[in-house]
């Protein structure tokens, strides 16, 4: 899953976003770019994708669209 994260600035923002998605029951492999201010991951078993909005809201960003890849 691909995941629009805006607001991320530097690395302690990836890092924030990182953890975020990684203590989610489900999620995998997170790799998140500050360039291309997204997140991806992947799910071991369906994660939904409000639980993952809130989770990087909670860290202090905006989500935008989820993309399947
Ligand atoms: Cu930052």
Sequence with gaps: ??????????QHCVNSVTKAL???D??????VSLDQGE??????????RETV???V?????DVGEFEDS
């Design 39 to 48: 997140a991806r991951y992947e799910e071991d078993k369906p994660v939904d």
């Design 1 to 10: 899953m691909r995941v629009k994260v805006k607001g991320m600035s530097c």
């Design 26 to 31: 489900g999620v995998k492999n997170v790799e």
């Design 53 to 55: 909005r809130k989770a």
């Design 22 to 24: 990684q203590q989610l």
């Design 57 to 61: 809201q909670d860290a202090g960003y």
